[in-house]
Every structure is written in structure tokens, then in C-alpha cells.
């Protein structure tokens, strides 16, 4: 197999997808995503620890991901829509080796879906858990859900007036397995917010009409609250993906993606020119610049027009002009007429990549330049991408996991 290096770490290419002329290259270290999954678990014990893979993991790709994470010992999931947790269901076939949550709810005529494919609903209103009640009673089998429990996010979950109802009527929530209560922390990135503490209080309270329950409410950031947040089951997404959990003291997850574009084309240019459309950088003297395969049909945001950087190892190259759907361009200016490889100076040429998120500039760092966060930069991560799945040379191939 071929062999890829960032620093020390030698890996070997477990698949590669996607197109196979493309101009960029989205490299996916799946060891890093099972050492943060480790990390996670380790800090929530004894708390279970789950995984969100909605979204397509992030952007990552749902497959790789959730098989990575069910070696490493994840046994619970987590979705945002149906047709998700039906693609996982396929991926992780055996239902009783993995319980797949779909956060959004259950719609009217969907029960029979989620029964067929072994799926459990998280119940966010009173209509659901009456639906979902009903549908357990006339197939006999008392069926698995959740139900969530707003506690301040107001976005999904039962308000406080339904809570009343079902606090004050147990008997709603008979007829099914009630496998899980859970909620939902809105500051959770900000470990000083006021509103942490309070719902944390609010959810340790409700919880108690559920004597002998699994509780949850902390997911990514949540984890590095506190023990007081983790009750029995914690549920990581964006951590698991290398993104920092809050601003307080340095990034514990492992980095987990290199995006690499590759250059079209090489130029010198000098004034009266400029840049880009709108014409919106206009040059100073005689730069040299480099057009790179990526643009905001691949998910480069466009407000890092004239303010994202490239690197070419630590050096980092501006983007001059603006980011245009399928190009950007660089100022090569900081490298003089070549750079330094291994200990050699060497010439870039069209052909060479620059890395655009890499060991030099992650996704926070990205995710800054873009005011906007990391969630943003990696969902955005587009289809044309080649992608390649990387991990330790004695960890099985993707294809193997299916074996």
C-alpha cells in the first residue's frame, strides 16, 4: 500500500473515493477519530459513551466513520433525519449491536419505518410519544425511544407545560421501552455561561419521574464540563472530528483531515493588475501567484476572500481576491521563487499541492479566518473532493471491516 507522512506519523491509504481527476485531496485519518473517541470515553467514564454521525459524519463520510467507531466500542448512535439512521442501519447491520437515535423526531407514518429497520425515535412532544405509544400497543412489542426534555435550548424537546402532563401522567410513556431521557445544553462551548449550571439543575430534577433511566445531556462539549454533566450516556459529534471543544486552554482532540488543493497554474503579474472577481485586490508590485483547484462549490467559503490563507509547510500563502466557485489564488510572495521540501529547495509547479486545512492551519484556525465555527467547515466539505481514508499500517482496510 502506498504511505502518507505529516510529521512522524507514517500511515498507510485504506481506501480512496471520489472522483480520481480531482483537483483537490481530503485526506481522512480514521486512527484520529478512534483516539478521540478513546479520549472521550475515558474522560465520560462511567458514563456510556456515544457518537453523532449525522450530517454524513460531519462531512467525513458515515461510512469509514461509523465502522472506525464501532471497532473502537461504540455500541450507541446518534442522527439527525430518517434517511439517515436507514443508511447507518445498512452500515451497522445487526440491531442488537447498535442503537441508532434519530434526534428529529418521529413524523406521523413513519413508526413502522423505524420498527422495520430497528431504529428508536427521540420523542420531542406529546404527539409523538402518544403516536409512538399507540403503534407499540397494536403490534404488541413494547419498542424502544427517547424523549427529549427542553431545558433552555427551545428548539426540540418537550416544554416545560407538556412536562407537567407527562410528569403528572407516567402512564404515556408505558406502553414503549423508554430507553433513554436526554436534553440539550445551548452554551455548552462556553464553560462559564450561567445557563450550564441551570439547566443541569432543571434536567437533574425532571430525570427524577424516571427512576432507573439513562440520562443524557452533554454531547461534544459537554463532556469537559464536569462530572455533573455526564449522568449515564454522553453523545460527542464535532470532537470526535478534531475540533477544539471550547476556547479555554489548547485543542485535546487529535487533527483529523488534511485538505489539499492542487495548482493549476503559475503567474507573475504586476500593476495596474488585479485580482479576481470585482476586482477586489489590486496589486502593489511585481507578485507571483498560483491558481489553486478549490472554490466555494467545494465548500472554501466565500468570505475568505482576501483574508484565508494556503501553506506550503509552515509558510502561509494569502488568498488574494476573491474565492470564486471552482478556483482561488495565492500570493507566493512569502516563499520567494521556491520552497523548502525535505531539506531541498524546490520550485513549485502546477501539479504541487498546498495544503488549505492541515497540520499548520485546522479546522479552527480555518473556521476563525471564516468567522463562523468548525462545524461550518466541515460540513461544508464538498462532493469533489478526492477522498483518501488513512490509518495505522496494521489497521484493517475498510473493505476488511466488512468481512
Known sequence: MATWTVTTKTMVILEETGPPHAGSLLTIDLDAIGANYRLLAERAHPAECAAVVKADAYGLGVGPVARILARQGCATFFVAHLDEAIELR????????AAIYVLNGLLSGEEATFHAHGL???LNDLGQIDRWSRYCSAESKP??????LDTGMSRLGLPLSEQAVLFAQPDLAS???LSLVMSHLACADTPEHPLNRTQQREFS?????FPGVP?????SSGVFLGPDWRFDLVRPGVCLYGVKPNDSGPNPMAQVIRLQGKILQIHDVDTPRTVGYGASHRIGGPTRIATVAAGYADGLLRILSNRGVAHVGEIALPILG???????TLDLSPLGNATETGGAVTPLQPGDLVDLIGPYRDVDAVAADAD????EILTSLGSRYRRRYIGAPSAPSIAEAHA
Open 175 to 177: 406502553r414503549f421501552q
Open 90 to 97: 445498512g452500515i451497522l447491520p445487526r440491531v442488537d449491536s
Open 322 to 328: 476573491r474565492v470564486s466557485m471552482d478556483l482561488i
Open 120 to 122: 428508536r425515535p427521540v
Open 215 to 219: 440520562a443524557s445531556i452533554a454531547a
Open 205 to 209: 430534577t425532571a430525570i427524577q419521574h
Open 143 to 148: 419498542l424502544p425511544a427517547a424523549i427529549q
Open 372 to 375: 463562523t465555527i468548525g462545524y
